[in-house]
T-cell receptor, first 112, second 111 residues
Framework: NAGVTQTPKFQVLKTGQSMTLQCAQD?????MYWYRQDPGMGLRLIYY???????DKGEVPNGYNVSRLNKREFSLRLESAAPSQTSVYFC???????????FGPGTRLTVL | DQQVKQNSPSLSVQEGRISILNCDYT??????FLWYKKYPAEGPTFLIS?????DKNEDGRFTVFLNKSAKHLSLHIVPSQPGDSAVYFC??????????FGQGTTLQVKP
């Protein structure tokens, strides 16, 4: 089992460009999450999907959109990237919202 | 406003000694707490958790203590090993399973 996979691992964008971060899990989990990690801030929840077909905002949703494509995949889209979105992005999944979350290896994004 | 705080950015201990990592929270409605460990260039991995109905939970070398009246939890690692060197995040579980993380503490265990 690969667990939670994320692509790409690294990305550099110019201000205003768009991109989609991909996340997939092979653990048959129902819930999926997107976090960002910034120095001195810990991890902050951007969006989550408690189950297939549902998505909800987290703590810092502005500037992002998500799509729960199917049970396995949960993508995060930046429509018009800004330097403030420079961060490391982690996807996570769990069996249910009350269960342990498993994290992917992260995507390091730099917006110039 | 940071609801979960780890006030020590870093901690250095000698191999074989005890490591104590601390975490404070502000919301008395939190009912479940977790510790995650993170190595560089990897995602966080779950380490240990505790429910608010308990005050202690042990798993091998790792013990988490919860003091609800003080809104404080701590992670004890005994004995500490060089492989324990990592960033440790505490987290509280809120509504719909959303995790609220602290800022992290970097632990260095010296051989």
């Amino acid at each position: 089992n690969a667990g939670v996979t994320q692509t790409p691992k690294f990305q550099v964008l110019k201000t205003g460009q768009s991109m989609t971060l991909q996340c997939a899990q092979d653990m048959n989990h129902n819930s999926m999450y997107w976090y960002r990690q910034d120095p001195g801030m810990g991890l902050r929840l951007i969006y989550y999907s408690a189950s297939e077909g549902t998505t909800d905002k987290g703590e810092v949703p502005n500037g992002y959109n998500v799509s729960r494509l199917n049970k396995r995949e949960f993508s995060l889209r930046l429509e018009s990237a800004a330097p403030s979105q420079t961060s490391v992005y982690f996807c996570a999944s769990s069996h249910g919202t009350d269960n342990e979350q498993f994290f992917g290896p992260g995507t390091r994004l730099t917006v110039l | 406003d940071q609801q979960v705080k780890q006030n020590s950015p870093s901690l250095s201990v000698q191999e074989g000694r005890i490591s104590i990592l601390n975490c404070d929270y502000t919301n008395s409605m939190f009912d479940y707490f977790l510790w995650y460990k993170k190595y560089p260039a990897e995602g966080p991995t779950f380490l240990i958790s505790i429910s608010s109905i308990k005050d202690k939970n042990e798993d091998g070398r790792f013990t988490v203590f919860l003091n609800k009246s003080a809104k404080h939890l701590s992670l004890h690692i005994v004995p500490s090993q060089p492989g324990d060197s990592a960033v440790y995040f505490c987290a509280a579980r809120g509504y719909a399973g959303k995790l609220i993380f602290g800022q992290g503490t970097t632990l260095q265990v010296k051989p």
